[in-house]
Each structure stands twice: as structure tokens, then as C-alpha cells.
């Protein structure tokens, strides 16, 4: 990857490290602030930029590091244990699931893919009948996705530059009869006639490209005088009438407390459920707290050529499956690849025979499947204080991931694929659930206006917030939620 545009921000970046000195030093005389955001990922990143640029004062807290685009780590091993929470991965109990929970300012927007898709009529039909909410429809959310698009530059992605694995993917689909379509990512300007190659990205983007929250949305809450305190872990919540306490932990400055008059949780389907699972009074009066998580738990194969693939090259990922038979049955493939520590951990070979399916890198094609989940998962409080997460497949997940794989070898069979490998584990990335919008605090946590029931001073519009599992990319739709939240707390205030 080229390396060759210049830093745009040293001045905004030095301007922050002054805001986090003054916030460490002189604690006691910190303001109760408007609103203050906890996690600084998809949903958090766009709630506290709206919010200042609307007149209110907001911190944003956030446990993982602040990394540009000359920081982010080099390789995969650093990027791994740099950017997500476990060090790399959490597992669910049966170890049968390797979750992937980014631990970054820009959350997963900065190791996504940043594909946008927009939810169905489906996917809303589930949300409504879950949910009892009657908002959640296609035509309330059509104006909010068209006005993201608007800001958020996004592109759809130039088949000339199409590497082996998405020439597999969608001629193989094809004249298997099934559709493929273009995707669209939220990037500008990877200049892959230069040979930038999207895999990297999924470290961090170097070029700035991809369109991550620090590159697409922090600025402008910065040009407001939004605040960020990047590795700064919240442990605890104390909820007030009218001011509300939030308890965190800060490497350099220890044990922080801070006041607003509002929180959001933005800290996703896992961290918002362990950090309410870890405060008093929560659970009591949330009954679903934790409940109903979903991951579109996603089984990777491997088809194995006698020519190179070239997997890794130029844009990672450029059609997806947009047959409606696959819809229909609750699966969708998804033309991704991996680097090679992540590919060497999913080939189930070992020792000398997982080195001779190593040395065939170069020709590996890969697919995965994607299914829609309808078995809820569930997130606990572990003794140690860390999360424990329950989240197997059931009957119809098993027959969904069957009905994908199926395709997968038609498509690999059809290419000429000498070999076919079914990958170790399920990974599941997108994370869902947990607090659930439901008219009842008896379905779920947040209320209807994205205040958690009986909790009128926290809000929530995240990844958490999700009733059921769509079955498509959710970051568009967080992003939607968000934008429909902030609306929601300025009419409130
Ligand atoms: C590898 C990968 C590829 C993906 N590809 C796509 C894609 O192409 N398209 C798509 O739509 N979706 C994709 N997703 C999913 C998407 O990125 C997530 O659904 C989305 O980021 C969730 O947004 P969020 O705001 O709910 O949480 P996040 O973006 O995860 O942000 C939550 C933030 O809160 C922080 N946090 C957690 N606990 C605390 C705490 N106690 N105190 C302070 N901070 C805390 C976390 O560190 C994190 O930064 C992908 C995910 C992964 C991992």
C-alpha cells in the first residue's frame, strides 16, 4: 500500500491531547456535561459529534486506543492484539464461535469492511413484530439512509480491479444461475491503479480512504469542541434524576468520575450489557438485560487452485449474493478473504499438513456464509468481572449454514477448484442485541424515544439496540439509528 499523502490534522490531534491533559488533571473541576457518550464506534462517534454541533457540551469516552493513519499497527499479529477486545478474539462457551469486538476510537469502523447496505422489508417486518415498535419501517428509514450517503462519501466498487477470489465469486455464481450485485463501501479514493489492496484496511486504513468515523464524522464534533478520552475504560454507571455518574478507569490518570446530565451507551451489544450487568440496579428493573444477542454467524471455505487467486489484492470484497432465494432462506455469501494468521487458524490441517495448505495461499479462493440467526445468544457477567457469552447455533442456523455451503461448492466446482476446505470455526462480527428496543421493558431495554426503560436519563441507539438479527450488514442502520436518536434527545432537551 502507498503511503504517500500528507498528515491533514497534526494541529487537531495536538489540540486533543491537550483536551485529555486538562481532563486528567484537574478532575474535580470538570463541568457536568450535556450529554456523555460511552464508546466512540459507529453509533457513539455520530451521537457526540451531532450532539456538540447542536450546542450541547459532550465527552466521549472510549476504552481503546486513538490510532491514525501513520500509528496503526503494521502487521496482522500487532492489529490483532491492538484493536479488538481479547487480545484478538472472545469465544463463546462451546468455543465453537471466535467473536471479533473492536477495542478503537472509530470502533468498527475502522476494521470493517464498510460495506452500506440498506435493511429490506423483512428485516424491518421482524423488528416491528419483536419489537412492538411501530416507527421501525422502510419508509422512515429511506430519507435518513439517503442523507448518510449524502455526507458519508461512498462508492461503488470499480469491477476493473476485480482480484481472482471476486472473479470466482461472481462467475461462478453466475453460471450457477444465481444473482450477484455490486457492492457499495464508504471509501474515497483508494487509488488502486497504484496496487493498494483493501486487505490491509481491515488494520486500519493508511490512506484514509476508507471512510472510518475519525475520517468521516469525529471531525466535525471536534471543529465543535466535542471532547474524547481515547483508553479510557467506563466500569460503572450511577444513575440520577438529574445528573447521572459514570465511574472509569484511565491507564496514565487512574480512577476517573464524571457527570452529565445524559448518557448514551454506544459501547455495542457486548459492552453495553456487561457495563449494565456491572452496575447496581440494572438488572432489577431490566429484565432482558443481556438477552437476545445475535452475530450472523458467519463459516468460511476455502477453494484450493492450480493457478493464483490472489485473494488479497486491490479491493477485498466487490459483489455480493443478492439472490432472493438465498434471502428467503436466511443465508447470504460473502466473497471475503482473510490475513494469513486468521486463514492459518481456520484451516483445520496441522503441523507439516497445515504448512503445504499454507503454501498454497496464493491460490486460494474463499467464501463464507452468513446466516441470519433466529436462535438467541445471551451475555453474562463472568465472575472476574469480564463477559461470558452464550451463543450456539440451533436446528434452523444448521440448516442455513448447510444450504450456503452447498452453493459454495457448487460455485468452487463450477470455477475448477481442485479441493474444497471447510474453514475451523464460526466467527461471528456482527454483534447484536443485548438491550433490544421493545415498547416493554418486558421485551427489551430501550424505549421507543432510545431511553432505556425507567432509566429516563440514559439513552441508547447502537448495535445493542438491534430486536432480532436482520441477515444484512448493519453498520448503515446503526448510523440511521443514531441520527433518528439525536433527534430524539435535542427534542427532549
Ligand atoms: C472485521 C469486521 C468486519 C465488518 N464488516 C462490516 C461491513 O462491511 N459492513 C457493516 O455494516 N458492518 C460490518 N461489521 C460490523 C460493524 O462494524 C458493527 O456492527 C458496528 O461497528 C457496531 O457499531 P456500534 O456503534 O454498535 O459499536 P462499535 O463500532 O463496536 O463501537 C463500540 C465501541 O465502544 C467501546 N467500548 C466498549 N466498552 C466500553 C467501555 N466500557 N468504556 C468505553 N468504551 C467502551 C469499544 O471499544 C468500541 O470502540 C464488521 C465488523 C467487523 C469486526
Redesign the pocket.
Known amino acids: 500500500m502507498s503511503l504517500h499523502r500528507p498528515c491533514r490534522r497534526p494541529l487537531l490531534l495536538g489540540v486533543l491531547y491537550h483536551y485529555n491533559k486538562t481532563l486528567a488533571a484537574p478532575m474535580k473541576r470538570l463541568p457536568v456535561y450535556d450529554a456523555l457518550v460511552?464508546?466512540?464506534?459507529?453509533?457513539?462517534s455520530n451521537i457526540a459529534s451531532r450532539l456538540q454541533a447542536a450546542g450541547m457540551t459532550c465527552l466521549l469516552?472510549?476504552?481503546?486506543h486513538w490510532f491514525n493513519r501513520h500509528t496503526y499497527p503494521r502487521n496482522e499479529r500487532d492489529s490483532n492484539a491492538s484493536l479488538f477486545?481479547g487480545g484478538g478474539m472472545e469465544l463463546n462457551t462451546s468455543t465453537t464461535m471466535a467473536i471479533?469486538?473492536?477495542?478503537?476510537?472509530?470502533?468498527?469502523?475502522i476494521?470493517?469492511?464498510?460495506?452500506?447496505?440498506e435493511f429490506d422489508g423483512s428485516a424491518f417486518d421482524s423488528w416491528r413484530a419483536q419489537s412492538g415498535i411501530d416507527f421501525l419501517r422502510p419508509e422512515v428509514f429511506a430519507p435518513v439512509y439517503e442523507q448518510i450517503r449524502k455526507d458519508i462519501p461512498n462508492e461503488k466498487l470499480d469491477h476493473d480491479f476485480d482480484n481472482g477470489n471476486a472473479r470466482i465469486f461472481h462467475e461462478g455464481l453466475t453460471a450457477c444461475g444465481y444473482e450477484t450485485a455490486s457492492l457499495t463501501r464508504a471509501q474515497r479514493g483508494c487509488r488502486f491503479e497504484e496496487g493498494n489492496d483493501c486487505i490491509e484496511c481491515?488494520g486500519g486504513c493508511r490512506l484514509d480512504s476508507k471512510q472510518s468515523t475519525p475520517v468521516a464524522v469525529l471531525p466535525k464534533g471536534f471543529e465543535h469542541g466535542l471532547q474524547l478520552l481515547a483508553d479510557?475504560?467506563?466500569?460503572q454507571i450511577v444513575p440520577g434524576r438529574d445528573v447521572q455518574r459514570v465511574y472509569?478507569q484511565h491507564p496514565a490518570y487512574g480512577a476517573l468520575r464524571f457527570e452529565a446530565k445524559r448518557i448514551v451507551l454506544?459501547?455495542?451489544?457486548i459492552?453495553n450489557s456487561?457495563?449494565l450487568l456491572g452496575s447496581a440496579g440494572f438488572s432489577e428493573k431490566l429484565p432482558m438485560l443481556g438477552q437476545n444477542f445475535w452475530t450472523h454467524p458467519q463459516y468460511m471455505m476455502f477453494g484450493v487452485y492450480d493457478k493464483p487467486v490472489h485473494a488479497w489484492k486491490g479491493p477485498m470484497q466487490s459483489w455480493k449474493t443478492s439472490d432472493p432465494r438465498f434471502r428467503a432462506k436466511g443465508f447470504k455469501l460473502e466473497n471475503v478473504f482473510a490475513p494469513p494468521v486468521a486463514v492459518s487458524m481456520l484451516l483445520p490441517a496441522l503441523g507439516r499438513e497445515l504448512a503445504r495448505d499454507m503454501r498454497k495461499l496464493d491460490s486460494l479462493a474463499s467464501i463464507e456464509v452468513a446466516v441470519r440467526d433466529v436462535t438467541p445468544g445471551r451475555i453474562t457477567r463472568a465472575a472476574n468481572g469480564g463477559v461470558t457469552i452464550y451463543k450456539e447455533l440451533g436446528e434452523e442456523e444448521k440448516r442455513r449454514v448447510d444450504a450456503g455451503k452447498d452453493i459454495i461448492r457448487e460455485t468452487f466446482a463450477s470455477t475448477g477448484a481442485k479441493r474444497v476446505i471447510d474453514g475451523k470455526f464460526g466467527i461471528g462480527?456482527?454483534?447484536?442485541g443485548g438491550l433490544c428496543l421493545n415498547q416493554n421493558a418486558s421485551g427489551g431495554c430501550i424505549a421507543p424515544d432510545f431511553r432505556l426503560h425507567d432509566f429516563p436519563g440514559i439513552w441508547c441507539a447502537?448495535?445493542?439496540s438491534f430486536p432480532t438479527a436482520p441477515g444484512i450488514?448493519?453498520?448503515?442502520t446503526?448510523m440511521a439509528l443514531a441520527r433518528l436518536a439525536t433527534t430524539s434527545i435535542l427534542e427532549s432537551a
Not at 469516552?61 to 481503546?64: F, H, K, S, T, V
Not at 454506544?266 to 451489544?269: F, K
Open positions: 460511552i464508546g466512540a464506534g459507529i453509533s457513539g469516552l472510549e476504552a481503546g477486545w471479533l469486538r473492536p477495542k478503537v476510537v472509530g470502533g468498527g469502523s476494521v470493517n469492511q464498510a460495506l452500506l447496505d481491515l479510557c475504560e467506563v466500569t472509569a454506544a459501547s455495542g451489544a459492552g456487561k457495563l462480527l456482527h454483534l447484536m447502537d448495535s445493542s450488514n448493519p453498520s448503515l446503526i
